[in-house]
């Protein structure tokens, strides 16, 4: 994945963005912002929405599968010159021979509509999107093969589908991060690429898929043949007509460039013009799964929040909770604390905005568990925490109002980044991490490994029917530790001994 940082619509990397749309059959989308963030070129009508700091494109170059290659551009738009670049998305935005991949995209198009509206030639922002192909269309579709039964739209998230389909870790810590703050660090920029390139690889595995199975074959797409038709027929169908005027603006275009003068204007033409025609699987997959995006006026205005009057507590409840909101400070002691009849040991449950912490906890040796639901209610999280005798981390704050029901038992979490949030966690609680606890706990599931390690056949034997154990382990001299819950298996190789040495760099252990 190559990744170019766009800023300046002078500068070399514009002009290649330029050129690798005009190329491109398939490009993925996605914007970063902060929540209300205003900046200085905000006017006053788009400032009812966020400003949206970055816009990421991801494009799939080539044709022959053994050729494809993707380049991810990550447009500055704090910097650039917005009316220079409006022209160039706008037309690729409406291009009906390229395909338009995004994750639930729509509000994404709203706070971008918003951010360009009312600058120089950005006329009323951006309206629409199509041909758009939504990842959780796609996901549904291979998930309904797969089981049998629909699968809601809503029930997942990307990095859940990352999961399940690419069998790849998304890391979304820094989703919540200022992205109006200049510069952007290197983690930022990689989780933006990745967050677009994402979405290529999905629709890959969705090509593959339904070429596979032969779905796409029962959609009928005019071919060359159809060009007999008469002028209005021609000009009645949308694919047919794209397929006529790309076939023959290529050469006229050329001669319009060479003595047309080197404007903005002109970029958007080029688009146009050097791209080729979609390939009949391409456009077959456009027929039958790609819909559109169209803002209404209604979109473009923000909705007024709709506060239900709510019944009044007692005023000592009332106290309690106000209490709980102004400070998020730990104040302890916690539950496992010898003075409130502890055992010593701690203990934590981590919700899923760090569901990331817990593993970085349990490879330190830490008890960490999660939620026994993927979206649990406030109430399952309180009970949980309760009930096991934990401190529940979390980084949402509206949790905080609960601090009252299960006092000493929920901290926020403030960094973003998960070896920060374990090293404030061991801070804040006065954890102490010795070498030894290191990799003690199993990372899947929490558990505890068995006292005695396994020989390699032994090992062999316990994996039957769940885990392959490497051929190239065979002939090494190796000891086996399974967890005693999930009965995971594990081995010190060489990423057991990176993960050991990270996490004393982390720690610092050595120091």
Request: aromatic share 8%; with cysteine; proline share 4%.
């Amino acid at each position: 994945m190559k990744i170019h940082w766009v800023d300046a619509v002078d500068s070399p990397e514009f002009a290649l963005l330029v050129s690798t749309l005009s190329r491109s059959s398939i490009i993925a989308l996605d914007a970063e912002w902060k929540p209300q963030q205003r900046t200085h070129n905000q006017n006053l009508a788009s400032s009812l929405f966020p400003f949206v700091s970055l816009l990421q494109l991801a494009c799939r170059l080539g044709d022959d599968e053994s050729q494809l290659e993707s380049v991810v551009f990550l447009v500055d738009l704090q910097e650039i010159e917005l009316g220079e670049i409006y022209g160039v998305l706008r037309d690729v935005f409406v291009r009906e021979d390229v395909v338009k991949l995004g994750f639930r995209f729509k509000q994404d198009l709203v706070y971008l509509s918003g951010t360009f509206s009312g600058e120089k030639r950005c006329e009323m922002g951006f309206d629409r999107i199509e041909p758009f192909i939504d990842i959780t269309s796609i996901y549904s579709f291979l998930k309904q093969k797969e089981t049998g039964r629909r699968v809601s739209k809503e029930s997942k998230s990307l990095a859940l589908i990352c999961q399940e389909l690419l069998g790849i870790s998304l890391a979304k810590e820094l989703q919540c991060s200022d992205w109006s703050h200049r510069p952007l660090t290197e983690q930022q920029k990689t989780y933006a690429a990745a967050d677009a390139y994402c979405l290529l690889e999905i629709f890959s595995v969705f090509q593959a898929r339904i070429g596979k199975e032969g779905d796409v074959n029962e959609v009928d797409v005019p071919v060359s043949t159809n060009l007999r038709l008469g002028l209005t027929e021609i000009l009645e169908k949308t694919t047919i007509r794209a397929r006529v005027i790309h076939s023959k603006f290529f050469a006229a275009s050329e001669m319009v460039k060479a003595a047309a003068p080197s404007t903005n204007d002109c970029v958007t033409e080029v688009l146009c013009s050097k791209n080729t025609c979609l390939d009949d699987t391409l456009l077959k997959v456009i027929q039958k799964y790609g819909t559109k995006i169209v803002l209404q006026e209604l979109d473009r205005k923000p909705r007024a929040s709709k506060k239900k009057t709510k019944r009044q507590p007692r005023p000592g409840v009332m106290a309690k909770v106000n209490n709980i909101e102004c400070s998020d400070d730990w104040q302890g002691p916690p539950p496992w604390d010898l003075s409130v009849g502890g055992d010593g040991c701690p203990k934590f449950l981590c919700d899923v905005m760090v569901e990331g912490l817990a593993k970085h906890l349990r490879c330190v040796g830490i008890d960490a568990a999660v939620p026994y639901s993927k979206k649990p209610e406030s109430r399952h999280l309180i009970d949980q925490a309760q009930r096991e005798k934990r401190v529940l981390l979390t980084r949402d704050a509206k949790l905080l109002r609960h601090g009252y029901l299960i006092r000493n038992q929920i901290y926020r979490v403030k960094s973003l980044l998960k070896n920060d949030q374990l090293l404030e966690v061991m801070e804040i609680f006065e954890l102490k991490i010795s070498e030894d606890q290191l990799m003690s706990r199993c990372t899947k599931c929490n558990g505890r490994f068995i006292q005695k390690p396994l020989s390699t056949e032994e090992a062999v034997e316990a994996a039957k029917g769940f885990q392959k154990i490497p051929d190239c382990l065979f002939n090494k001299n190796l000891e086996f530790w399974q967890c005693k819950d999930c009965h995971q298996l594990y081995w010190e190789g060489t990423q057991y001994h990176n993960a050991v040495q990270k996490f004393i760099d982390v720690c610092k252990l050595n120091e």
